[in-house]
């Protein structure tokens, strides 16, 4: 993510628009999910995590969960399976901030929330509410701000509950075809609704959602349905139709073939997004916002996790 400093959008969204395809080095990275603890009985996720940094890091990023100033995570309990991504403000770099810490300690927060006896998987929302406040309540607060989407899958009634706050996303698909996709809640153009915990001094400066504000929704799953949750990197450089043609070119579910499919993904949309001349959901979306854009992808982290609802054998 680009910008988002609530005092500074001029500012930044000028610096975003016109140095946006300076940015041209990234490192890849991809990570496989943790098996699930499961009965033997109920559905299930075959999930892979794949990602791109907009521009390289630090050795231990694919370890510390991390693809830029994006982070993830993913876990499994006896009742539900756990998904969330989180994409850190880059207008904090301004300020000498690592931009990606607060997404990595919001993600960890809710991972964290999940192991607690009392989660059964049903409120996402609720996850990140209490999340969140376990970061912003800390002794040494981790000053930033970022997007968020959680997704859970409950086991017993096969059903998808998500809560995303900001630009970050999901998508259901099914036989081919989009059957759900999530809105994105922004303030303006390339400023999205974000959590944020800001200096104590300053506090009116920046833009303070609340996790409360998250949209809610609950979606029955099938056999055979894909479950898709993506930072703005890929949505804002991958038309749907795009990505459709690739996740449709999956001939098994499997996690080698859906690593295969995450990876063509997410390579397709860092190519997209160094292409100056291909109109691509971000410059459509700045011409219909009367932003002056000269067209082509936007460079940014690329975050996505890749799910396939399956259930055991009998």
């Not at 890849?28 to 999910?33: D, L």
């Not at 080698?256 to 397709?268: C, N, P, T």
């Amino acid at each position: 993510m680009i910008t988002r400093l609530k005092n500074w959008p001029c500012l930044l969204k000028r610096f975003s628009i016109q140095q946006i395809h300076q940015f041209t080095h990234l490192s890849g990275r991809f990570e496989r999910a943790p098996q699930s603890s499961k009965s033997p009985r109920d559905p299930y996720l075959v999930t892979v995590v794949q990602g791109r940094s907009k521009k390289p890091r630090f050795p231990g990023e694919r370890s510390n969960q991390r693809f830029g100033e994006d982070s993830w995570f993913v876990n499994s309990t006896p009742l539900a399976e756990v998904m969330g991504v989180a994409d850190g403000v880059g207008g904090w770099r301004d300020l000498g901030v690592d931009a990606g810490r607060f997404a990595k300690e919001l993600m960890s927060c809710c991972s964290g929330q999940t192991q607690l006896s009392d989660f059964d998987g049903r409120s996402p929302r609720n996850l990140l509410i209490a999340g969140f406040q376990e970061l912003s309540h800390r002794e040494q607060p981790v000053v930033g701000s970022s997007t968020a989407c959680l997704a859970t899958m409950h086991r017993k009634d096969c059903t998808l509950y998500t809560a995303n706050l900001g630009d970050s996303g999901f998508l259901v698909v099914r036989n081919g075809r989009v059957l759900h996709r999530s809105v994105e809640q922004t303030h303006d153009f390339n400023t999205p609704y974000q959590l944020t915990v800001p200096p104590e001094d300053r506090k009116e400066s920046y833009y303070c959602d609340k996790p409360e504000m998250a949209v809610s929704s609950r979606h029955s799953l099938l056999p055979g349905d894909l479950v898709l949750l993506a930072t703005d990197g890929l949505f804002d450089n991958m038309p749907e139709s795009m990505l459709l043609s690739i996740l449709n070119g999956l001939k098994e579910r499997g996690e080698r073939d859906l690593l295969e499919g995450a990876s063509r993904v997410v390579e397709k949309a860092r190519e997209l997004s160094l292409n100056a001349s291909f109109q691509s959901p971000f410059a459509i979306k700045a011409r219909q916002h009367n932003v002056s854009y000269s067209g082509g992808g936007k460079p940014d982290d690329i975050t996505l996790i890749l799910s396939s609802v399956e259930v055991p054998s009998v």
